[in-house]
Antibody, heavy 118, light 107 residues
Framework: QVQLVQSGAEVKKPGASVKVSCKASGYTFTSYGISWVRQAPGQGLEWMGWISAYNGNTNYAQKLQGRVTMTTDTSTSTAYMELRSLRSDDTAVYYC???????????WGQGTLVTVSS | SYELTQPPSVSVSPGQTARITCSGDALPKQYAYWYQQKPGQAPVLVIYKDSERPSGIPERFSGSSSGTTVTLTISGVQAEDEADYYCQSADSSGTYEFGGGTKLTVL
């Protein structure tokens, strides 16, 4: 069965960086993209960007351009999302999700809480 | 970027039909997707490509599209359907957007 398992919770200071991992199993990793979505406490879903696991092409949300980098390691079927220059308003649960061409985000990771606090 | 607009809340009694709308200028040209999110859980895809239902999603969930508005319909609402619902679409470059979310309350 398809599973996306994310790394554990993180606490970071303002200005630091965080790197969240998302290990996929149960399907051919390179046949789908991985998208990243975050949700601040009590708020809605915010799309951050996605990466093609096939060729590494990326598409980032404009508001995060320059601070976010998404990568994949096809040898371990793992996707990574790094966010730099963290601010308090980056505090959120970060989700990875499998992206199909027209099938939407059909499988999601369990979420990773990133807390940014001095 | 573009915007998707949803009502903040919808309330229905058990057994009735709930309709949640999502409006956006890009919707006539792009597919819409719907996600259900219960407290403390990851979102779950309930509708894709405007009206397709993933395997395992109950038949009472359906989607439709008309012009700049897409609608998620839940027929015969059950208590377990109480959740936040988000619409989503993408532009031609693969940039995605979520609606602000609608809290469905089952009275």
């Amino acid at each position: 069965q398809v599973q996306l398992v994310q790394s554990g919770a993180e606490v970071k200071k303002p200005g630091a960086s965080v790197k969240v991992s998302c290990k996929a199993s149960g399907y051919t990793f390179t046949s789908y993209g991985i998208s990243w979505v975050r949700q601040a406490p009590g708020q809605g879903l915010e799309w951050m960007g996605w990466i093609s696991a096939y060729n590494g092409n990326t598409n980032y949300a404009q508001k995060l351009q320059g601070r976010v980098t998404m990568t994949t390691d096809t040898s371990t079927s793992t996707a990574y999302m790094e966010l730099r220059s963290l601010r308090s308003d980056d505090t959120a649960v970060y989700y990875c999700a499998r992206r199909g061409d027209s099938s939407g985000f059909d499988y999601w990771g369990q979420g990773t809480l990133v807390t940014v606090s001095s | 970027s573009y915007e998707l607009t949803q009502p903040p809340s919808v309330s229905v009694s058990p057994g009735q039909t709930a309709r949640i709308t999502c409006s956006g200028d890009a919707l006539p040209k792009q597919y819409a997707y719907w996600y259900q999110q219960k407290p403390g859980q990851a979102p779950v895809l309930v509708i894709y490509k405007d009206s397709e239902r993933p395997s395992g999603i109950p038949e009472r969930f359906s989607g439709s599209s008309s012009g700049t508005t897409v609608t998620l319909t839940i027929s015969g609402v059950q208590a377990e359907d109480e959740a936040d619902y988000y619409c989503q679409s993408a532009d031609s470059s693969g940039t995605y957007e979520f609606g602000g979310g609608t809290k469905l309350t089952v009275l």
